[in-house]
């Protein structure tokens, strides 16, 4: 089956520093790739659509400048939380999009700011 | 390696019709297995288990998890066309990671 991994798997940081979280399609080029953050009751939280080549776009109430997602390549997104602060403090998750509709998620980021 | 495997992948039902849907999985640390339902955007969260045999229920969905032969299923009964998404199970690895099945893509025919 289709793999997407992410890196790191786990970070602290401290607050005010900016974090990087890769997401990576390791057997197929992806298009579309999609970051989500998860709340308490384990909900998952849509933040933005990544598009290779083309700028993501951000669901409402997600600040796109605290948020940096760059899909570099059509293996390839990042998201940088820029200035994290505690409240920042979740599981990061990406998934890749294959083929229409069809989308593999990754293992998650846990993200702790102190 | 940590898997999670579902079946069937795809699945075509008329309303009314009553599907089982399956997750067998092998993780080093067991924490506790999700079921989500996938329509359009963020996956909705449906359940979540962490111990063997207690049914959970929510409506015309159910599900239970046997942690001895390491699997769970997700019934749904008298389907609608509403049901039509992808069932996404995931299980989470002791906080480390969670790791995520295929999905089954469920259609439901009126």
């Known amino acids: 089956g289709a793999v997407v991994s992410q890196h790191p798997s786990w970070v602290i940081c401290k607050s005010g520093t900016s974090v990087k979280i890769e997401c990576r399609s390791l057997?197929?080029?992806?298009?579309?790739m999609f970051w989500y953050r998860q709340f308490p009751k384990q909900s998952l939280m849509l933040m933005a659509t990544s598009n290779e080549g083309s700028k993501a776009t951000y669901e409402q109430g997600v600040e796109k400048d605290k948020f940096l997602i760059n899909h570099a390549s059509l293996t390839l997104s990042t998201l940088t939380v820029t200035s994290a602060h505690p409240e920042d403090s979740s599981f990061y998750i990406c998934?890749?999009?294959?083929?229409?509709?069809?989308?593999?998620f990754g293992p998650g980021t846990r993200l702790t700011v102190l | 390696e940590d898997k999670v495997v579902q079946s069937p992948l795809s699945l075509v039902v008329h309303e009314g019709d009553t599907v089982t849907l399956n997750c067998s999985y092998e993780?080093?640390?067991?924490?506790?297995l999700l079921w989500y339902k996938q329509e359009k955007k963020a996956p909705t969260f449906l359940f979540m288990l962490?111990?063997?045999?207690i049914e959970k229920k929510s409506g015309r969905l159910s599900s239970i998890l046997d942690k001895k032969e390491l699997f769970s299923i997700l019934n749904i009964t008298a389907t609608q066309t509403g049901d039509s998404a992808v069932y996404l199970c995931?299980?989470?690895?002791?906080?480390?990671?969670?790791?995520f099945g295929p999905g089954t893509r469920l259609s439901v025919l009126p």
């Open positions: 998934s890749a999009e294959r083929d229409r509709d069809t989308q593999y």
């Open positions: 962490t111990s063997s045999g």
């Open positions: 995931a299980v989470d690895n002791y906080g480390q990671n969670f790791v």
């Open positions: 993780v080093t640390n067991f924490r506790s």
């Open positions: 057997d197929f080029q992806a298009t579309t």
